[in-house]
Nanobody
Framework: QVQLVESGGDLVQPGGSLRLSCVLTGNFFRLYTMAWYRQAPGKQRDLVAAITRLNEINYADSVKGRFTISKDNDKNTVFLQMNNLEPEDTAVYYC?????????WGQGTQVTVSS
């Protein structure tokens, strides 16, 4: 049974930084495409960043140059380094893992950017 456990969400001031982590419990982590999504109140869940098993990376335009996705295959963990945070980044951030027809979601972690 695959589970995703996120951590690192917090309240931060505009211009601040946070690093989110997501640990996958299960096997074959290196075969998954790992991604971060976010959902603000009243809005749809949108892709923030993704990294494939071949380390191909893509970002939403709104976070390019500010966020960095990375992973550690030995620790079954994917990270999202978020710099220069803006109030518009406030949302619940969800970790997602996919491989073929398999797909899993984490429970989400709250990021609030406010002064």
């Amino acid at each position: 049974q695959v589970q995703l456990v996120e951590s690192g969400g917090d309240l931060v001031q505009p211009g601040g930084s946070l690093r989110l982590s997501c640990v996958l419990t299960g096997n074959f982590f290196r075969l998954y495409t790992m991604a971060w999504y976010r959902q603000a109140p009243g809005k749809q869940r949108d892709l923030v960043a993704a990294i494939t098993r071949l380390n191909e990376i893509n970002y939403a335009d709104s976070v390019k140059g500010r966020f960095t996705i990375s992973k550690d295959n030995d620790k079954n963990t994917v990270f999202l380094q978020m710099n220069n945070l803006e109030p518009e980044d406030t949302a619940v951030y969800y970790c997602h893992a996919s491989a073929g027809t398999l797909a899993y979601w984490g429970q989400g972690t709250q990021v609030t950017v406010s002064s």
